[in-house]
């Protein structure tokens, strides 16, 4: 989630507290390798969101540093199951774990999250789950984990609206994978919306995140 530069999302983020030295050098450590994070805002948003579900068990697809991961369980209280596949990110991972002492909170795990888990399964199930995997692919995440969503579950998707590449895909100029990848972004975006056994909103800040729950059944 990249928050937009403007004078509304800058005034918001200087209000929002510091946050400590181990968070900070997380944020450097993305910055300087490119690696992408939930920014300020975005971080906030979320943790505030999780605790008013009373979140409790996670499932995060999508590790990287473990930036969110940890958030959540230090700001929230929750446990996390997080997926990543990348061996260089997850290696960093479980060092920024393991030196915020929570590897008794936090099952990481090295894998292709398309490629189902026995320790996803026996965490089931969970109350919320968080979907920052790879964009093209967040149909078949969701559908995938579906039989482990808790009865009330909260789904949430980052990166919906691609940088603006999904609503405007005239945008892109000479790549025909990006224009691909707003095509999937944008199939995902319509077949959420149009669930017959979910609720969803798509909110318009940062880069996109889509907020579902299930239907109460009449």
């Not at 224009?179 to 077949?191: A, D, F, T, V």
């Amino acid at each position: 989630m990249v928050a937009i530069d403007s004078k509304d999302s800058l005034y918001v983020e200087n209000l929002l507290p510091e946050n400590d030295i181990f968070y900070k050098k997380l944020e450097n450590f993305a910055k300087e390798n490119r690696v992408p994070i939930l920014d300020k805002i975005g971080r906030a948003y979320l943790i505030q969101l999780l605790n008013i579900k009373n979140a409790r068990n996670v499932l995060e697809i999508g590790t990287a540093i473990a930036y969110s991961t940890i958030s959540f369980c230090e700001n929230v209280g929750c446990k996390v199951v997080t997926i990543e596949r990348d061996i260089k990110m997850y290696e960093q991972a479980q060092k920024n774990i393991q030196e915020r002492n929570l590897q008794d909170k936090i099952v990481a795990i090295y894998g292709d999250a398309l490629e189902l888990d026995s320790r996803v399964v026996n965490n089931a199930p969970y109350d919320v789950v968080f979907i920052d995997g790879a964009k093209s692919q967040s149909r078949k995440f969701f559908e995938l984990y579906e039989p482990y969503f808790a009865d009330n579950v909260l789904v949430i998707t980052d990166n919906v609206l691609f940088k603006g590449m999904v609503a405007d895909p005239s945008i892109i100029k000479h790549s025909r994978d990006l224009k691909q990848l707003s095509r999937k972004i944008n199939n995902y975006n319509e077949w959420l919306m149009a669930n017959p056994n979910y609720t969803s909103v798509i909110l318009p800040f940062g880069d996109g995140i889509a907020i579902t729950t299930r239907k109460v059944k009449k």
